[in-house]
């Protein structure tokens, strides 16, 4: 059981200090995995039943924190080969952070895998994924608990790499919090402004553009659009921007 929590730096609303959940307001998160299916096809390792969810799960909550936001992809690595996937799963993220299964409420539940020490990776459609900086603990009685939120160092740090693994999100009259980079428009690990138009994030949106609501790998800031211009809520080229700062490419730090 696993229980972390992980901010996307697309959604994220400073002055609430949460992420805002417009595509579920606007009905546009899918009921099954989107990771399965193109544009990501992605491939899972010991899960072969595709995650869906009952239209209730994305009902307003109690408490609004607890809105779901996306699905994301998590994954357990062995902790001798970091590479090597265990088991992956695709879960949902609620706008507090926490990750939750397909219920809405419950810890993640990788399934049929003995209790033991493992990497923990959290990926996202359209955000540069981050993994534990070290091995975690799982048992089968009680979620393990992990922050990737308090620190630039809550993920792997590759110190080969110029730049932190995680983007620092201010909130006002708090502290910062951190989560992860919003820009990775074609699932390759990167946010990138440069280079062929197959692999520049800026570029695949140009030619994504669209005001038409919908669920699209381009659209940065996560609102159901995909745009270049617009106020700041709006405009997914201004998030991949405040995303990468000075720097023209951001990868996934891995081990």
């Given at each position: 059981l696993a229980g972390?929590?992980?901010f996307l730096h697309g959604p994220f609303n400073s002055t609430t200090g949460l992420m805002n959940d417009w595509l579920r307001s606007n009905n546009l998160i899918p009921l099954s995995d989107p990771y399965r299916n193109t544009p990501y096809n992605y491939v899972h390792t010991q899960n072969c039943i595709s995650e869906s969810i009952v239209s209730s799960v994305l009902s307003s909550q109690l408490n609004s924190e607890n809105n779901i936001v996306d699905w994301v992809l998590v994954e357990l690595m062995n902790n001798n080969t970091p590479a090597t996937v265990i088991q992956s799963r695709s879960v949902l993220v609620r706008r507090n952070g926490q990750l939750v299964d397909v219920d809405g409420s419950s810890p993640i539940y990788f399934k049929n895998l003995d209790a033991g020490t493992y990497n923990l990776s959290v990926r996202h459609r359209n955000h540069v994924g981050a993994m534990t900086p070290s091995t975690q603990s799982f048992n089968l009685n009680s979620p393990t608990?992990?922050?990737f939120t308090t620190t630039s160092t809550s993920a792997f740090v590759n110190a080969t790499l110029t730049y932190g693994p995680l983007r620092e999100l201010p909130r006002s009259?708090?502290?910062?919090?951190?989560g992860l980079y919003s820009g990775d428009g074609n699932f390759n690990k990167r946010a990138q402004r440069t280079g062929s138009a197959t692999i520049n994030d800026y570029s695949l949106l140009l030619a994504n553009r669209t005001t038409t609501l919908g669920y699209y790998q381009r659209d940065y800031n996560m609102e159901g659009t995909t745009r270049t211009t617009g106020t700041p809520a709006q405009n997914d080229y201004s998030r991949l921007l405040n995303?990468?700062?000075?720097i023209n490419?951001?990868?996934q730090h891995e081990k």
């Open positions: 972390a929590k992980v608990p992990y922050d009259g708090n502290s910062s919090v951190w995303s990468l700062l000075t490419q951001i990868n």
